[in-house]
């Protein structure tokens, strides 16, 4: 499973930003696609996840401003960053979690927790 991210870059404070995140393989399903970022110093943190039925989840400072969506026909999952601060400034990675995976013939494979490369966010005036 490779997850290729798209969509990050320089904003001013205020301004928006949408990320895109597309998994490729021989994939089935994915249980829970989500996004984490990682700000110079600090630890990674959850962002926002989506459940294939489309439950979204959110860290409390980015409610109301960050909408998290997937296309589960595609494979694919897009942040939406509305608002954007100072403090939304990091690297941002995309998180699959318990992705079924076909191998050929019958067999298939349960693959947990794969990252992306990660894309920068940089929110400045």
């Known amino acids: 499973v490779q997850l290729v991210e798209s969509g990050g870059g320089l904003v001013q404070p205020g301004g928006s930003l949408r990320l895109s995140c597309s998994a490729s393989?021989?994939?089935?399903?994915?249980?829970?696609m989500a996004w984490y970022r990682q700000a110079p110093g600090k630890q990674r943190e959850l962002v926002a996840s989506?459940?294939?039925?489309?439950?979204?989840r959110y860290t409390d400072s980015v409610k109301g401003r960050f909408t998290i969506s997937r296309d589960n026909a595609k494979n694919t999952t897009d942040l939406l960053m509305d608002s954007l601060k100072p403090e939304d400034t990091a690297v941002y990675y995309c998180n699959v979690d318990r992705v079924v995976v076909a191998l050929g013939g019958s067999r298939i494979v349960t693959l947990v927790d794969r990252w992306g490369q990660g894309t920068q966010v940089n929110v400045s005036s």
């Open positions: 393989g021989s994939i089935l399903n994915i249980d829970t």
């Open positions: 989506i459940t294939s039925g489309g439950s979204p």
